[in-house]
């Protein structure tokens, strides 16, 4: 996450991988110059790749006994120079059979193999999800449900001091559970709630998505959902964080970073640090959705977190300015805002649909620009569009003309997004990379993705798939970036477990940050590639904090976009 300034420790730099780091670096004959959607295709959905080749050459689909099953010619396309790259595109969409593939184009080889199958990223899907499951604390994470990545209980949370910020400064604070945020061992409330809004979003629309059993977590075949499972561990901590008041605690953290440790050698002090009006708003707006979501399934926790979203509410109205900057001698992640628009619109739509009482519907009606796309901070600015979502997903009792309004917004942005990717050289929507760019993406994405349930128009479905071949490999720098998935995933992750634990593969399911062309982290140790353009400034280092950490953030619209595109595609 982009305040986060690594001081404590000495980073250890990595020589990066000479596979495809750069595109400079690839040879005819690599499978470096096939990007591809490393996972694979739905039979029924569209199938692009880029090839470092000239326009016109012949490509050919082979299957896994060497036969031709489709041919075309590859085609030139936008050519912004945005990736710094000469390329061609290869569209086989027309080709609908299912099984193990590789493409081919003369004097270059082949890729590596992909699939063209049903239900092709039920398993990263799956796994997207469960990469939660190993950011949990306060729990051993057990062989049986975490493999080579067990490890031992840590972060018991149940000592905390109160850091003078958070208005208390006697005694001790229990704050068990939740997840590791990021790369480092501590938790926030505004980052949370948001990573939760965003999945209890593809638990209403898609309730059959992740089932019971789906995970081998603790908690499957309990009779729920393991993604509502997964989802109540960070809510039932969330409930942790209010205060008497009802305002909501900013984050647990350490004074500074920990080391590269493992989770249960990191053992210094923890404490409840700072108030907040962005965090208590996040807070309401999840908590509020998180009733209607598990109404059905256990009660009692829904009526908590309905009693707890409306005392965050009215602490707002108290205290509507309270911004959080990380005090004196806390140096951790600060996830700072001072424009609360958007997290008051999310808070006041979902209990809004929740409650349907009046008194929330000015707020949502005050925005002039409901839906809007930025890049860079989503945490910042994304909020209100999850407001915007819900409303429309149930519009039960809005007036006609706002009704009219969300939908005219929502469209308007999203063909928006169809116009910069027409435009762009891998048929993404984003033209700068921050810290976190693959999260931009997938924001687009999710954008798009709602502009498709609302209207149903193909294009909006076929840009959320361009999209999530671009994260799984279609870009510039021929990763896939989510750890253990594709060809060619990262392996050096910014990640604090993954760095410490003797174990060649990373800890699996998380989305790396992806390019950032600011490169934050280079005095830090962190080596891009020579000459790399902006859609290349990527390092699968461990040292690459500004382009290889991990983050709920990040792995959260991933969740929600593999989602949408089992529900939607077949």
Not at 365 to 391: D, M
């Amino acid at each position: 996450m982009n305040t986060k300034w690594h001081l404590l420790w000495a980073l250890v730099i990595y020589v990066i991988q000479p596979q495809f780091a750069c595109a400079q670096s690839a040879e005819p004959g690599e499978t470096g110059r096939f990007r591809i959607n490393q996972i694979g295709y739905y039979p029924k959905g569209e199938k692009k790749a880029v090839i470092l080749a000239n326009p016109g050459q012949k490509f050919s689909v082979i299957d896994e006994s060497q036969r031709v099953v489709f041919q075309g010619n590859l085609s030139t396309g936008p050519m912004s120079r945005l990736s710094g790259e000469k390329l061609s595109y290869a569209d086989f969409t027309d080709f609908t059979g299912s099984g193990t593939f590789r493409l081919s184009v003369e004097d270059l080889d082949y890729s590596a193999p992909f699939q063209i199958a049903g239900e092709v990223f039920e398993p990263a899907l799956k796994a997207a999800v469960k990469g939660f499951y190993y950011l949990r604390m306060s729990t051993p994470l057990l062989a049986q449900n975490a493999g080579q990545w067990s490890r031992p209980m840590a972060h018991p949370d149940t000592a905390l001091l109160f850091d003078p910020s958070s208005g208390h400064h006697e005694g001790f604070y229990s704050s068990p559970g939740g997840w590791y945020d990021a790369g480092d061992y501590n938790k926030y409330t505004l980052n949370g709630a948001f990573s939760v809004g965003i999945m209890l979003a593809l638990a209403e629309e898609y309730p059959r998505a992740l089932p019971d059993g789906s995970l081998n977590i603790p908690e499957s075949n309990n009779g729920e959902s393991d993604l509502l499972d997964e989802l109540r561990y960070e809510l039932q901590w969330l409930l942790t964080m209010q205060d008497a008041d009802g305002g909501c605690f900013h984050k647990i953290t350490t004074k500074k970073f920990e080391g590269f440790v493992m989770p249960h050698q990191a053992l210094n002090q923890r404490y409840v640090v700072g108030k907040g009006t962005a965090a208590t708003l996040n807070f309401a707006a999840c908590m509020a959705q998180a009733y209607r979501v598990y109404q059905s399934v256990n009660p009692d926790f829904a009526a908590h977190c309905l009693v707890a979203a409306r005392n965050a509410w009215d602490w707002d109205r108290r205290h509507p300015d309270v911004v959080f900057r990380n005090p004196a001698g806390i140096s951790t992640g600060e996830y700072g805002d001072r424009d609360f628009t958007d997290e008051r619109q999310w808070a006041a739509a979902e209990l809004w649909i929740t409650t349907h009482d009046p008194q929330f519907l000015a707020y949502i009606e005050a925005r002039k620009t409901p839906i809007e796309f930025r890049v860079g901070s989503n945490w910042q600015w994304f909020a209100g569009n999850l407001g915007i979502f819900s409303l429309l997903r149930h519009p039960g009792g809005l007036p006609e003309s706002l009704r009219s309004k969300l939908e005219h917004s929502l469209t308007r942005v999203a063909d928006d997004l169809l116009l910069s990717m027409d435009s762009l050289d891998y048929r993404q929507p984003v033209r700068t990379f921050h810290w976190g760019s693959n999260s931009d993406e997938l924001d687009a994405a999710m954008i798009l993705a709602q502009a498709y349930r609302l209207n149903g128009n193909k294009s909006y479905l076929d840009a959320v798939g361009e999209i999530n071949d671009y994260i799984f490999g279609k870009n510039a720098t021929g990763y896939s970036f989510l750890t253990g998935y594709g060809s060619h995933p990262p392996m050096h992750i910014h990640h604090r477990q993954s760095g410490s634990d003797s174990i060649k593969d990373p800890v699996p399911g998380l989305l790396a940050g992806g390019p950032n062309q600011f490169k934050q982290d280079v005095r830090s140790g962190a080596v891009y590639p020579d000459k790399a353009s902006p859609m290349q400034c990527y390092a699968d280092q461990q040292a690459s904090y500004a382009s290889n950490e991990i983050c709920l953030n990040w792995n959260a619209p991933l969740v929600y976009v593999l989602g949408f595109l089992e529900a939607s595609v077949r």
